[in-house]
């Protein structure tokens, strides 16, 4: 099956730092990918629409200036963590859609930790 | 906001009963997919059924899927320890790439 693939798994920084994740889809075209975020015991809650070639679009209350979102190729896009804070700690989730298969389904990445002191 | 409810939020069992885990949402939606969530990894894709679907099975899985009453089932028949994780419900609707809107999710233990 669709392969998508994220980078760092884990990754603890320091409050005010920037931190990037890249979500790749490994063996399928995807010009639309999503970012999640997780808070502990909790769903997942979408936070953007990444799309090939164009502007994320952004859920209502989060930020896109905090989180910058870049979708340069079908392949790749990457969440950046601007001026980090420990309130930014959670998980981070990228799932993408092959949307040359005609069908609905999303796969998943593996998730990035990110831990903010 | 989140769209889905679900429920029970948890659910512990014996290893060989079933599970059902129940699924509530709010809006038309075009499609709604179960995934699975072990603890602290990503998400695993369990099954799909369309809107115009009424039943789908898949293994050990069965989903009802409900538009009249916006709800969905996931029964787990003859449970393994392996099916301890969380499951969540998450629908789908037919714009911007069909972006899924997860349920709370329901924490799911099978005791040996």
């Known amino acids: 099956g669709a392969v998508v693939s994220q980078h760092p798994s884990r990754v603890i920084c320091k409050s005010g730092t920037s931190v990037k994740i890249e979500c790749r889809s490994l063996?399928?075209?995807?010009?639309?990918m999503f970012w999640y975020r997780q808070f502990p015991k909790q769903s997942l809650m979408l936070m953007a629409t990444?799309?090939?070639?164009?502007?994320?679009?952004?859920e209502q209350g989060v930020e896109k200036d905090k989180f910058l979102i870049n979708h340069a190729s079908l392949t790749l896009s990457t969440l950046t963590v601007t001026s980090a804070h420990p309130e930014d700690s959670s998980f981070y989730i990228c799932?993408?859609?092959?949307?040359?298969?005609?069908?609905?389904?999303?796969?998943f990445g593996p998730g990035t930790r990110l831990t903010v002191t | 906001s989140q769209q889905g409810e679900e429920d029970p939020q948890a659910l512990s069992i014996q290893e060989g009963e079933n599970a059902t885990m129940n699924c509530s949402y709010k809006?038309?939606?075009?499609?709604l997919q179960w995934y699975r969530q072990n603890s602290g990894r990503g998400l695993v894709h369990l099954i799909l059924?369309?809107?115009?679907?009424r039943e789908k099975h898949s293994g050990r899985l069965r989903v009802t899927l409900d538009t009249s009453k916006k709800s969905s089932s996931l029964l787990i028949t003859a449970s393994r320890a392996a099916d301890t994780a969380s499951y969540f419900c998450?629908?789908?609707?037919?714009?911007?790439?069909?972006?899924?809107?997860f349920g709370g999710g329901t924490r799911l233990m099978v005791k040996p």
């Open positions: 059924i369309r809107s115009n679907e």
């Open positions: 799932s993408a859609r092959d949307t040359t298969s005609g069908t609905y389904e999303q796969y």
């Open positions: 063996d399928f075209q995807a010009t639309t």
């Open positions: 809006t038309s939606i075009n499609n």
């Open positions: 998450a629908t789908g609707r037919n714009n911007a790439g069909n972006m899924l809107t």
């Open positions: 990444s799309n090939e070639g164009s502007k994320a679009t952004y």
